[in-house]
């Protein structure tokens, strides 16, 4: 089946917006240190210079453009070979916008090898007035490997006034530790629905993020577990829950405010990386979070 | 849905009725699928909320989520490996452990139960296929083996499916809030009255848009896994 061909239901537009991309292969070097082997990228993606951390190549995915419009498309295949370890981040939050016709839609592959790591933090998706956006993620796991994929998204452009006004957001993800399906996710917010409508009444802002983890390591641990559910307060909710496989779990969130939303971010992140005998790496920005 | 009325082309009803009512033992009335944590989070405390809870979470769940899997189970059930790959797909899409779990103790407890009343190898192989581990053994693909079983038709097995869903969380919540039986009648006739609407946007739903977006009561089934108190297993 293929599920990236379909509209699936947006209307189609003739329009032709950027088509870019990002392929990077990150392995270890002569020293043993994580180093891009390969790398291709296309407007409007850019990529900042690399730097270490903790062990872990810290790379900085940068959209110089205001964001992405109508009919662009996006599509990043980013390895982790053995003995390896990258974080994908973005320096600041990613937009959609308002759309005539037609949709934006980014698609990415992420490939774990047995003994690689790989974080994929970007900043918040901030979906705006009359945007419709398509996002596809599929992450495949070697067993030994180790993935952390985080996911933020906001109601809107909250602070201008602007909450639950965009269009549509379709959001596909699968997550495989070798031929086992450990999550498959597929969301089509539409603000008018039932669902969001009572997302709403307990959280009328209401900022989401989630969390994939796959780690041996998390095999045996716990206690971690109820560190990251001390998180959880009247003002934002959290749950965690093992997925089908005893080292792959998930976790969720929601608050009714960025600041919130990021702290929380940041308490799941660093309970996540002690849990996992890691370092989380610095990612360099002012806040530290 | 149009109803045929002949005579004996209704011969499929008497068997739903059985295996659609709370004496069938499928340990339903055992769960309350995140309803006992969102009382416990203040969400639903009285028979405003319930109906809320009933239409904000539960029908959008079953219009996006679990009908459109029974309906692609129903058209699949004589094709076991699509079954058991549907069934797995359908495994890797519940998120919450409890939530995951509870849909397949009721899903074998319901194959078990029919296995005793119904000879059908439909119901065998996938039996057969759990036990070699290719598949859980969910409760949608329970009810559609039951319903190709019976002969009944698809919109049938879908509203069987849909009220139960409704109808056991009203029954847990007459555990859990104060309410008495009328409040529970008119929040379950509230969202009944939806049904028709839901049955038929779910047959618009194709399977790779299948799946729901209902953060909070994920999170309710993923925090109830670990509450120190708790009537309900899920």
């Given at each position: 089946m293929s599920e990236d061909a379909s509209s699936g239901g947006f209307p189609e537009s003739e329009g032709q917006g950027i088509r870019g991309h990002l392929r990077l292969v990150c392995g270890p070097d002569s020293r043993g240190l994580p180093s891009l082997r390969e790398q291709s990228f296309r407007a409007p993606i850019h990529l900042s210079k690399p730097h270490l951390d903790a062990g872990t190549l810290v790379v900085n995915v940068v959209n110089p453009t205001a964001g992405l419009l109508q009919d662009d498309r996006i599509h990043q295949d980013v390895r982790v070979q053995p003995g390896a370890s990258l974080l994908l981040t973005s320096p600041s939050a990613s937009r959609a916008h308002r759309v005539r016709t037609g949709w934006a839609e980014v698609s990415q592959q992420f490939h774990v090898a047995a003994g690689a790591a790989l974080e994929v933090l970007p900043e918040t998706f901030i979906p705006q007035a009359g945007a419709s956006y398509k996002q596809s993620t599929r992450a495949v796991v070697e067993s030994g490997g180790t993935l952390l994929l985080f996911e933020t998204l906001s109601p809107g452009r909250v602070a201008s006034g602007?909450?639950?006004?965009?269009t549509r957001l379709d959001w596909r993800t699968d997550v495989l530790l070798d031929q086992n399906h450990l999550l498959r996710e597929r969301y089509c917010i539409r603000p008018a629905s039932g669902e969001v409508q009572a997302l709403r009444r307990t959280f009328p802002s209401a900022y989401y993020g989630s969390a994939v983890v796959v780690c041996p390591?998390?095999?045996?641990?716990?206690a971690c577990w109820e560190q990251v559910l001390a998180l959880h307060s009247p003002e934002s909710w959290l749950g965690v829950s093992p997925l089908s496989h005893p080292s792959a779990w998930t976790v969720k969130w929601v608050c009714n405010d960025a600041p919130l939303l990021r702290s929380l971010q940041h308490g799941v992140r660093t309970a996540l990386y002690a849990a996992i005998g890691r370092t989380a790496p610095d990612l360099r920005r002012v806040s530290g979070r | 849905m149009a109803t045929d009325t002949a005579p004996g082309h209704s011969a499929w009803l008497p068997a739903l009725l059985q295996t659609a009512d709370?004496?069938?033992?499928?340990?339903?009335?055992?769960?309350s699928f995140g309803l006992e944590e969102m009382v416990a989070l203040g969400v639903v405390h009285n028979e405003h909320s319930l109906r809320d809870f009933l239409t904000g979470h539960v029908l959008p769940t079953l219009e996006t989520q679990e009908l459109p899997y029974l309906r692609f189970a129903f058209e699949c059930a004589t094709d076991l490996s699509a079954l058991c790959l549907l069934d797995r797909e359908l495994n890797a899409l519940k998120l919450a452990r409890e939530t995951r779990e509870a849909s397949v103790q009721i899903g074998l407890r319901r194959l078990k139960a029919l296995l005793t009343i119904l000879d059908t190898p439909l119901l065998a192989d996938f039996a057969a296929a759990i036990a070699r581990g290719?598949?859980?053994?969910?409760h949608v693909c329970a009810c559609a083996l039951q319903g190709k079983s019976q002969a009944a038709p698809l919109e049938a097995v879908l509203v069987a499916y849909a009220y139960g869903a409704l109808s056991s969380g009203v029954t847990a919540a007459l555990k859990l809030i104060r309410i008495g039986q009328e409040g529970c009648q008119r929040a379950l006739s509230h969202a009944v009255a939806l049904l028709p609407k839901c049955l038929d946007a779910s047959l618009l739903v194709a399977r790779s848009e299948?799946?729901?977006?209902s953060p909070l009561l994920e999170i309710a089934s993923m925090r109830h896994a670990f509450a120190r108190e708790r009537l309900f297993i899920s």
């Amino acid at each position: 089946m293929s599920e990236d061909a379909s509209s699936g239901g947006f209307p189609e537009s003739e329009g032709q917006g950027i088509r870019g991309h990002l392929r990077l292969v990150c392995g270890p070097d002569s020293r043993g240190l994580p180093s891009l082997r390969e790398q291709s990228f296309r407007a409007p993606i850019h990529l900042s210079k690399p730097h270490l951390d903790a062990g872990t190549l810290v790379v900085n995915v940068v959209n110089p453009t205001a964001g992405l419009l109508q009919d662009d498309r996006i599509h990043q295949d980013v390895r982790v070979q053995p003995g390896a370890s990258l974080l994908l981040t973005s320096p600041s939050a990613s937009r959609a916008h308002r759309v005539r016709t037609g949709w934006a839609e980014v698609s990415q592959q992420f490939h774990v090898a047995a003994g690689a790591a790989l974080e994929v933090l970007p900043e918040t998706f901030i979906p705006q007035a009359g945007a419709s956006y398509k996002q596809s993620t599929r992450a495949v796991v070697e067993s030994g490997g180790t993935l952390l994929l985080f996911e933020t998204l906001s109601p809107g452009r909250v602070a201008s006034g602007e909450s639950f006004e965009y269009t549509r957001l379709d959001w596909r993800t699968d997550v495989l530790l070798d031929q086992n399906h450990l999550l498959r996710e597929r969301y089509c917010i539409r603000p008018a629905s039932g669902e969001v409508q009572a997302l709403r009444r307990t959280f009328p802002s209401a900022y989401y993020g989630s969390a994939v983890v796959v780690c041996p390591a998390l095999c045996a641990q716990s206690a971690c577990w109820e560190q990251v559910l001390a998180l959880h307060s009247p003002e934002s909710w959290l749950g965690v829950s093992p997925l089908s496989h005893p080292s792959a779990w998930t976790v969720k969130w929601v608050c009714n405010d960025a600041p919130l939303l990021r702290s929380l971010q940041h308490g799941v992140r660093t309970a996540l990386y002690a849990a996992i005998g890691r370092t989380a790496p610095d990612l360099r920005r002012v806040s530290g979070r | 849905m149009a109803t045929d009325t002949a005579p004996g082309h209704s011969a499929w009803l008497p068997a739903l009725l059985q295996t659609a009512d709370a004496l069938f033992p499928t340990g339903a009335y055992a769960h309350s699928f995140g309803l006992e944590e969102m009382v416990a989070l203040g969400v639903v405390h009285n028979e405003h909320s319930l109906r809320d809870f009933l239409t904000g979470h539960v029908l959008p769940t079953l219009e996006t989520q679990e009908l459109p899997y029974l309906r692609f189970a129903f058209e699949c059930a004589t094709d076991l490996s699509a079954l058991c790959l549907l069934d797995r797909e359908l495994n890797a899409l519940k998120l919450a452990r409890e939530t995951r779990e509870a849909s397949v103790q009721i899903g074998l407890r319901r194959l078990k139960a029919l296995l005793t009343i119904l000879d059908t190898p439909l119901l065998a192989d996938f039996a057969a296929a759990i036990a070699r581990g290719e598949a859980f053994g969910h409760h949608v693909c329970a009810c559609a083996l039951q319903g190709k079983s019976q002969a009944a038709p698809l919109e049938a097995v879908l509203v069987a499916y849909a009220y139960g869903a409704l109808s056991s969380g009203v029954t847990a919540a007459l555990k859990l809030i104060r309410i008495g039986q009328e409040g529970c009648q008119r929040a379950l006739s509230h969202a009944v009255a939806l049904l028709p609407k839901c049955l038929d946007a779910s047959l618009l739903v194709a399977r790779s848009e299948a799946g729901t977006f209902s953060p909070l009561l994920e999170i309710a089934s993923m925090r109830h896994a670990f509450a120190r108190e708790r009537l309900f297993i899920s």
